[in-house]
């Protein structure tokens, strides 16, 4: 009886026995297998499982055998007796069925070759195993070995062949060939498994380095320690370094940078000549802050009180603060809008700034741009340079340690540029919420994260901020304060400052109220309340020099005593003229000091129609000048006839101080008008408004510090254009009150006012 067994992946050759256990036999297709049967190895292309094999899955070239013997343990051996041709292969329920017939072999090698290249191959392996402990049990098991074929199939149990391999060797009909396979296959097999064992004993002494490294390091880093804690003042800087590192939370790319920059650190040692560049490096960065802070809640209420307690006045402003805040505590994050605060000089800017900061609980850095032209001020020097420094953002992080300030950036509008770059665009990236969160200042050479940073720009002018930086933030006017709004902020603020800064006890100096309404009237001429600062400083030194002489002991400034202490130095404001004349006519100013009247003034004298410009006029305000010349000749042709054979002149006095900009227009048509037709405008009128060649009265600014120029100097009405009529809003109530401000449109509306007696 002959039986069909499909195996797969293993090593038969003609001449070999094999055993099998009776059921493992069983599984691969054979039932009630008895000695003498003979057996049909089937070799399969692929593992498959025995129902889903096909007559494709099966090799052309089998092998036969012959089942030797079985016994009561259920061993079966089996002995190969030749390579066959496997045709007609068919699948059934119990098996294979197929055909089979014996394979020829080419004789093409003699006994004795054959002989030869066992022995050399046994002579190797042999060889091989000697370096074992096990080699002195392997050798005799090789040493019974036959042939060839014996030596292979019992090698391949050990070591691994590909299957295709193991079948070409057996389709090999060439002995010479196939002996020559058997030969390349046992010393392949035999390199593979040196270089194996090499590679795992060259890994173990790795691991065992890396793991005798590990320790002794710990140990050093244990006996150190024990040393550091025995004499702190020994510790070396490479210590101290490592251990600021390890307790700084830096991001991983911060770190990795720090690490590399200490091991040159080592390498060095502090005889090398860039060891102070490292140590300055690594100082920088271990003094910064990485650790994210938690978002402290935000008490709207204590807000609120701290800002009215810094500041008097300042409503609009504060309630857009109060609303920031808000949205930040909604969305319970760090920071918010990029808020730009615009205003003249000693509005409390910067101070509200640092308001912000105690209110919110956190650290306020203020840093300076005025003047700053470099783009490495914001982005710092790269480490290449000589003298090379972070740049001022960095530093400001370094000074509130922490990485959540509020960080004041004064003068925005003083930037400026050069060959050296542009520093107003390295700002974009540090004040756009999308991009500061991986700031990376070119000293440092790793980002650093600024988005939780609460950031406060100051300017006294929008017009020369560019307008991508200008876009990024959000613009708050300051308004210039009223005269009462100084009083209470000199009484609440400035002289107790002033007094302690002095020295000067409470109960030694008393300023009456009368004494400050002078002050801020004649010593000061300003919006903000700097200059009133510096008169109530004077003040208190003056009254110090006679505290400590001992002249007095107890001070008491009245209005009257005032030039005593102060000098007679007073500030001289523009008030209304005490007379109307034709031609002249009372205008409104924005400076940066507040707002200020001026006189528009006009004459005509012989000449063949020039127009003169007088009191260093800008270019703005002299085309004004024509634009106004041009719409009278217009409106009033019969009187503009004068004109051809006479010249005229426009003066607007204080010719010292440079005027510029268009809101005089409607002030120069009126007082061209006025000389023209010989009516004289009251000067209890004062306007202001950019005029068009049409007639039109256009939006100008500053409107709050212009109408508190004119309730200083007297004026009882003022005209302005309608669509600034929204900004009075703006305006303090207590100079609402005592203006009457009309609205106009149209140069018309103001003429057929103004011109009436």
């Not at 090593?11 to 599984?27: A, E, H, R, S, W």
């Not at 060889?127 to 070995?145: C, D, E, K």
């Not at 001020?377 to 922490?402: D, F, L, N």
């Not at 426009?650 to 227009?665: L, Q, T």
Request: hydrophobic share 40%.
């Amino acid at each position: 009886m002959m039986f069909t067994m499909p195996v797969y992946d293993m090593m038969l050759l003609p001449g070999v026995t094999f055993y099998f256990k009776n059921d493992i036999f069983q599984q691969m297709g054979s039932q009630d297998a008895k000695t003498g049967d003979d057996v049909l190895f089937l070799m399969q292309r692929s593992d498959k499982d025995r129902k889903d094999l096909t007559a494709e899955d099966f090799y052309p070239v089998g092998i036969s055998g012959k089942l030797d013997s079985q016994d009561s343990e259920g061993n079966i051996r089996i002995r190969t007796l030749a390579r066959v041709d496997v045709s007609d292969l068919e699948m059934t329920e119990d098996g294979v069925l197929a055909n089979a017939s014996i394979r020829p072999e080419t004789e093409d090698i003699s006994a004795e070759e054959e002989k030869e290249i066992f022995e050399r191959v046994k002579n190797v392996l042999l060889n091989y195993i000697s370096q074992f402990q096990w080699g002195a049990l392997a050798q005799n098991y090789i040493l019974h070995w036959k042939n060839l074929e014996e030596m292979l199939c019992a090698v391949s149990g050990y070591v691994h062949i590909p299957w295709e391999d193991k079948y070409h060797i057996l389709e090999t009909d060439s002995r010479k060939e196939r002996c020559e396979l058997i030969e390349k296959a046992i010393r392949e097999a035999i390199e593979v498994n040196r270089v194996g064992m090499e590679a795992e004993n060259a890994q173990k002494e790795d691991h065992d380095r890396l793991y005798r490294e590990a320790a002794l390091k710990k140990q050093i880093e244990l006996l150190q320690q024990e040393l550091d804690d025995m004499h702190p003042e020994n510790i070396s800087d490479v210590r101290r370094f490592e251990q600021k590192i390890e307790a700084s939370g830096m991001s991983g790319e911060a770190r990795k940078e720090a690490e590399k920059i200490l091991n040159r650190m080592k390498q060095e040692g502090q005889e090398g000549h860039e060891y102070g560049i490292h140590y300055e490096y690594l100082d920088f960065m271990t003094s910064l802050s990485w650790k994210q802070e938690p978002a402290a809640k935000i008490d709207l209420n204590e807000a609120e009180k701290i800002l009215d307690e810094d500041h008097y006045g300042l409503r609009k402003v504060k309630e857009r603060i109060i609303q920031q805040l808000a949205v930040m505590a909604l969305n319970k994050k760090q920071s918010g809008s990029v808020l730009l605060f615009v205003g003249a000089p000693g509005t409390g800017k910067t101070s509200i700034g640092q308001s912000i900061a105690r209110a919110l609980g956190r650290k306020c850095v203020r840093i300076s741009l005025g003047g700053v032209r470099d783009e490495t001020e914001i982005r710092g020097h790269r480490r290449t340079y000589v003298g090379a420094m972070p740049g001022r953002i960095m530093q400001g992080m370094q000074r509130a340690g922490v990485m959540n300030p509020v960080m004041v950036l004064d003068e925005v509008d003083k930037l400026s540029k050069d060959y050296s770059g542009d520093p107003a665009s390295a700002l974009l990236e540090v004040l756009d919420p999308e991009q500061n969160n991986t700031f990376a200042d070119h000293y440092m050479n790793v980002p650093y994260d600024l988005s939780n940073v609460f950031f406060v720009c100051t300017a006294n002018s929008a017009d020369t901020i560019p307008e991508p930086l200008l876009n990024r933030m959000e613009v708050i006017q300051f308004p210039g304060y009223t005269a009462v709004e100084k009083f209470q902020i000199a009484r609440r603020h400035l002289l107790p400052k002033a007094m302690k800064k002095a020295g000067i006890k409470t109960q030694n100096l008393k300023v009456t109220d009368g004494a400050i309404k002078r002050l801020i009237s004649g010593y000061t001429a300003e919006a903000g309340v700097r200059g009133l600062k510096k008169q109530l400083d004077v003040l208190c030194r003056s009254a110090a020099v006679k505290l400590v002489k001992g002249e007095q002991k107890s001070i008491t400034v009245s209005e009257k005593r005032l030039p005593a202490f102060l000098g007679r130095h007073e500030i001289r404001h523009e008030h209304v003229l005490a007379n109307k004349e034709p031609g002249v006519v009372t205008g409104l100013a924005w400076t940066a000091a507040g707002g200020e009247i001026l006189f528009i003034e006009t004459s005509l004298s012989p000449g063949k129609g020039n127009l003169i410009l007088t009191g260093q006029l800008g270019d703005v305000m002299k085309e004004s000048a024509r634009i106004a010349l041009s719409l009278v000749k217009h409106m009033y042709p019969k009187e503009a006839a004068l004109l051809e054979d006479h010249d005229l002149h426009i003066h607007v006095p204080a010719g010292a101080v440079p005027k510029d900009g268009p809101s005089a227009g409607i002030t120069l048509t009126t007082a061209l008008v006025s000389l023209l037709t010989g009516k004289p405008v009251s000067p209890e009128f004062a306007m202001t408004g950019e005029v068009s060649l049409t007639g039109r009265i256009m939006p100008i600014g500053g409107l709050p510090e212009k109408l508190m120029a004119a309730e200083r100097a007297g004026v009882k009405t003022v005209f302005i254009p309608e669509e600034n009529e929204e900004d009075l809003e703006e305006v303090a109530k207590e100079v609402k009150e005592k203006l009457t401000i009309l609205p106009a449109g149209k140069v018309t509306d103001v003429l057929e006012r103004v011109l009436q007696s």
